[in-house]
C-alpha cells in the first residue's frame, strides 16, 4: 500500500514532526532541535509552495513554461524561490526579521544537512518561536490554511506556546527559572541556606532567581525585576540576616545609603518611648 501526501498534507506533517521536536528539546534533548530545525524548514517551503499552487499549480516548477512536465520527476522551486516569487507578487511580504530568520533558518539547515554545525539552543529556540509567529501571522494574511485547526490533540499545547509571544516567553522564563533552582539546592541543615526562586513581586510568577550579576542578589527570568520584601538581605550596620521589605534606607554621615533593620534604624527605641 502506498501512502500519497499532496503539497499541504506534507507540510503538516513535517510541522507535527517539529513541534514533537521542540517538545522534545524543551524537556532537554538538545539534540533534538537539530531535528527540530529541519522539520520546520521543511514545512515552511511546503507550505510557501502550497501557497504558490493556488495561484496555478505549474508555477512549483522553475520553467512552467516546458513542453512537457512530469510532476513525478520534475524539479519544483526551492526556498528562496518561494520567497522571491511571493515577494515580486506584493513587495516586502517577506521581510524585515521575518527574513532575517528565514535566512538564519535556511543557513542552520544546510550546515546540518552537508558538513558540521554549530547551534546556540537558546538562540535556536527563540529565533524558531519568532519565526513560527512571522509565518502564522502570513499564513492569516493571505488565508491559506489554518494551521491550529489541523495540528493533532498531542502537539496543541505546544503549539499553543510557540505561537503566542507571551506565552513563549514566560514558558521559557519558567523553564530559565527552573534550571537556576535545579543548580541551587537549598541545604534544609543549614540555617542561613537562601531560598533559590521565589514569587516575583512585579510580574507574579514564579521566577525570581538567585543571580550573581544583581545588585540584590536576585533577578526575574521574565520582567528583570531585581527587587522585592521578600528578597534576603542584611542590615548595613549590625548585619543581622532579614529580608528586604524589613530594612530601612538610612544615609551614613557621609551621605551613603545603607539599609538599617528595625533596631539599626532606631525605629525600636522610637516605638518604645511611644509606648
Known amino acids: 500500500m502506498n501512502h500519497k501526501l499532496d503539497l499541504l498534507e506534507n507540510a503538516m506533517d513535517s510541522l507535527q514532526e517539529a513541534l514533537k521536536k521542540f517538545e522534545e528539546g524543551d524537556g532537554g534533548d538538545q539534540k533534538a532541535y537539530k531535528f527540530c530545525v529541519l522539520h520546520m524548514a521543511h514545512f515552511i517551503e511546503l507550505i510557501f509552495k502550497h501557497h504558490i499552487t493556488q495561484k496555478h499549480p505549474l508555477l512549483i516548477y522553475p520553467n512552467p513554461f516546458a513542453a512537457k512536465i512530469d510532476p513525478l520527476t520534475a524539479k519544483t522551486i526551492g526556498l528562496w524561490d518561494a520567497v522571491n516569487f511571493i515577494n515580486n507578487e506584493e513587495k516586502d511580504a517577506v521581510a524585515g526579521d521575518f527574513k532575517k530568520d528565514l535566512e538564519w533558518l ?76 535545579a543548580a541551587n539546592p537549598e541545604d534544609p541543615h543549614d540555617p542561613d541556606s537562601v531560598p533559590a526562586r521565589m514569587e516575583c513581586e512585579e510580574c507574579g510568577n514564579d521566577t525570581l532567581v538567585v543571580n550573581s550579576e544583581s545588585s540584590t542578589g536576585y533577578r526575574c527570568t521574565f520582567c528583570g525585576n531585581e527587587d522585592g520584601d521578600e528578597v534576603p538581605a542584611s542590615c548595613s550596620n549590625c548585619g543581622i540576616k532579614v529580608t528586604s521589605g524589613e530594612l530601612s534606607a538610612w544615609h551614613d554621615e557621609e551621605d551613603h545609603l545603607e539599609y538599617r533593620c528595625y533596631y539599626c534604624s532606631g525605629q525600636y527605641a522610637a516605638d518604645r518611648d511611644r509606648d
Do not use: W
Request: proline share 1%; charged share 40%.
Open 106 to 181: 535556511k543557513k542552520l539547515r544546510n550546515d546540518i544537512e552537508h558538513h558540521r554545525f554549530e547551534m546556540d539552543v537558546a538562540t535556536a529556540r527563540i529565533t524558531i518561536g519568532r519565526l513560527f509567529r512571522s509565518l502564522l501571522e502570513f499564513l492569516d494574511y493571505y488565508d491559506v490554511v489554518d494551521v491550529e485547526k489541523r495540528i493533532p490533540e498531542e502537539t496543541k499545547a505546544i503549539f499553543s506556546i510557540l505561537s503566542d509571544e507571551y506565552q513563549f516567553k514566560l514558558h521559557d522564563a519558567i523553564r530559565q527559572a527552573d534550571e537556576v533552582e
